[in-house]
C-alpha cells in the first residue's frame, strides 16, 4: 500500500490548510478495513499522534491541542483521508504524515510540510 498526503503549504496564524492523503496499492484488503491516522513531526522533535478515524468513520481522537480546530474525515469513493485544521498557531508548523497499519507493520507516506508563520 502507498499512502501520499497533499496540502500543506505556508499559512498565516489564525488561517487554514486542508491536508489529504490518498491511499493506493490495495492487495487482499480494501479501504474500509483500514483505520487511519495523521502524526507530525515538529521542527527539531519527535513525531507525535494528531488524530485517528476508524475503518468505518465512527470513531474518530484527536492530540488535545488540536481538539476543536482539526478535523479528520475520510472518502472511501475516493480512498482519501483528510484533516481539515482551522485557526492554525505557530506551534503547529511541522511535517505532517498519514499512516496506517497492515498485518501489524505501520505504513506511512513521505509527509506535507505546513508553516505557519506570519
Known amino acids: 500500500v502507498q499512502l501520499v498526503e497533499s496540502g500543506g503549504g505556508l499559512v498565516q496564524p489564525g488561517g487554514s490548510l486542508t491536508l489529504s492523503c490518498a491511499v493506493t496499492?490495495?492487495?487482499?484488503?480494501?479501504?474500509?478495513?483500514?483505520?487511519l491516522r495523521w502524526y507530525r513531526q515538529p521542527p527539531g522533535k519527535e513525531r507525535e499522534f494528531v488524530a485517528f478515524i476508524s475503518n468505518l468513520g465512527d470513531i474518530k481522537q484527536y492530540k488535545d491541542s488540536v481538539k476543536g480546530r482539526f478535523t479528520i474525515s475520510r472518502d472511501s469513493a475516493k480512498n482519501t483521508v483528510s484533516l481539515q485544521m482551522n485557526s492554525l498557531k505557530a506551534e503547529d508548523t511541522a511535517i505532517y504524515f498519514c499512516?496506517?497499519?497492515?498485518?501489524?507493520?505501520?505504513?506511512w507516506g513521505q509527509g506535507t510540510q505546513v508553516t505557519v508563520s506570519s
Open positions: 496499492g490495495f492487495t487482499g484488503f480494501t479501504f474500509s478495513s483500514l483505520d
Open positions: 499512516s496506517t497499519r497492515i498485518s501489524g507493520i505501520d505504513r
